[in-house]
């Protein structure tokens, strides 16, 4: 975008993470706030009393009373080829991958199929206020260049890469290690950089990478040091029984991944809902991060993630749909899931502490907080606007609630895409809710 536009409203975006549910030092929120965007780019945020008198006579001031911006929401986990098989009912998680997700991946072998899937996905992302997203696509290099062309079209941030599997898995979402390696490395040569676009090597969980294929990711990772590594690890107990028989002198699942180099500061795992306190302190030892999936952990049966821990070994958190095991792109939805999960292990997930994850948290845990996660200036200007108004009991709640705690609170347990009213990408307006 270019020009200078000022956005006036409730404004909340974090500084730093909350160390509790007061931790007034880790955020900034203005009941009456001016955002300023120039060129795409945020320029100031504050109280309107004192922006006010600077902006009046020399840029448009769009005015939303009621309303709260924050930045767009990031999703670090999600799977775009799962959309067709999202909802498939009755099976955890090796029966439901064998059952309904490895047939769908198939089909994106077909660029054109995959093309459209990709704009159904990215147009579902932004209706639900998320501007970032790490995303598995699978092992075919057509579904990688769909989606990276579709994110690019919208000037998204967005991380994604070819999935590796090798074994465990239908012929047809095979790779050898050898062409896994040249196809990811074409891919990375067209796609990293390319705008906002990032790349992530994907092996896809341990049983289905051969150890040269883990091999592979890491030579990648070694040779393009602006590349992340994505992948799945300890999210079902059947599953973690099974890397025992895969690697029986392992110690644990961390032990193999150790071994097998993936360990670090730009690998990302989705899940980790089984680990030990060892695993956890060899996880953030590496700076490695994790992503909570609250949605899909309850939809499979696959367990209660320990959020607590985690952030007590000091672990970036991101969080994730999962989408097709998550039933849900909002990520309000996944934070009500993501409460609950807590509430079952005696914890409290604070609304700051969620609100923390689901943007500048997730922002850390894509090593992207210097491009976005808050509206510190000269950061991409992603942000949304949210209209409580769409949904009358959440808002008859809403607009007797003083506190931006209990805001929040209100937003993430009655919330979803009903209360976005626009989506804005480096400040180009992509979403806007017309009804
Ligand atoms: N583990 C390996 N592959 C997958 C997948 O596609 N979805 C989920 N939720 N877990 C996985
Ligand atoms: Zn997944």
Not at 317 to 327: C, E, K, V
């Amino acid at each position: 975008m270019d020009g200078t536009i000022a956005y006036r409203s409730g404004i909340l975006h974090f500084l730093s993470e909350p160390s509790s549910n007061t931790d007034e030092k880790s955020y900034e929120y203005y009941p009456d706030g001016i955002l300023i965007v120039e060129n795409g780019k945020i320029k100031a945020v504050g109280p309107a009393e004192q922006l006010l008198p600077q902006v009046l006579s020399s840029m448009p001031v769009y005015a939303y009373h009621n309303h709260l911006i924050t930045p767009g929401l990031i999703d670090c986990h999600v799977h775009y080829p799962q959309l067709e098989a999202i909802a498939s009912y009755g099976e955890q998680l090796l029966p439901w991958l064998e059952k309904y997700i490895y047939p769908v991946e198939q089909k994106f072998s077909d660029f054109h199929y995959a093309s459209d899937m990709a704009e159904f996905f990215v147009n579902e992302l932004l209706r639900h206020g998320t501007t970032s997203a790490l995303v598995f696509s699978t092992v075919h290099i057509e579904s990688v260049n769909a989606l990276f062309d579709r994110a690019l079209q919208k000037n998204m941030r967005l991380i994604s890469g070819k999935v590796l599997s090798d074994q465990h898995i239908p012929e047809a979402l095979k790779n050898t290690p050898e062409k896994a390696y040249a196809e990811s490395k074409g891919l990375i040569e067209k796609w990293a950089g390319e705008g906002r676009l990032g790349y992530a090597v994907c092996p896809r969980f341990i049983p289905s990478c051969s150890e040269s294929l883990w091999q592979v990711s890491k030579r990648l990772m070694e040779e393009y040091p602006d590349i992340h590594m994505h992948t799945h690890l300890c999210e079902n107990k059947a599953e973690v029984e099974w890397y025992q028989k895969l690697f029986p002198k392992s110690k644990n699942a961390v032990d193999i991944l150790e071994k097998l180099g993936a360990l670090g500061s730009r690998s990302i795992f989705a899940h980790g809902v089984h680990l030990n306190s060892d695993e956890l302190q060899q996880l953030s030892k590496t700076q490695s991060k994790l992503v909570f999936c609250p949605s899909s952990n309850l939809f499979l049966g696959s367990g209660l993630f320990p959020y607590k821990q985690a952030q007590k070994a000091k672990i970036d958190i991101g969080l994730g749909s999962d989408i097709g095991a998550g039933t849900s792109f909002s990520l309000l939805d996944n934070l009500c899931d993501g409460y609950k999960i807590l509430q079952l292990q005696n914890e409290t997930l604070s609304p700051l502490e969620a609100f923390y994850t689901a943007t500048l948290g997730g922002a850390k845990v894509l090593n992207s907080d210097k491009y976005i996660g808050n509206f510190l200036p000269g950061k991409e200007a992603d942000f949304v606007i949210w209209d409580t108004s769409k949904v009358p009991l959440l808002n008859h709640r809403y607009q007797q609630t003083e506190t931006i705690n209990d805001k929040l609170f209100l937003l993430m347990m009655l919330g979803d895409d009903r209360i976005v009213k626009q989506t804005y990408l480096c400040g180009d307006l992509v979403f806007n809710r017309l009804a």
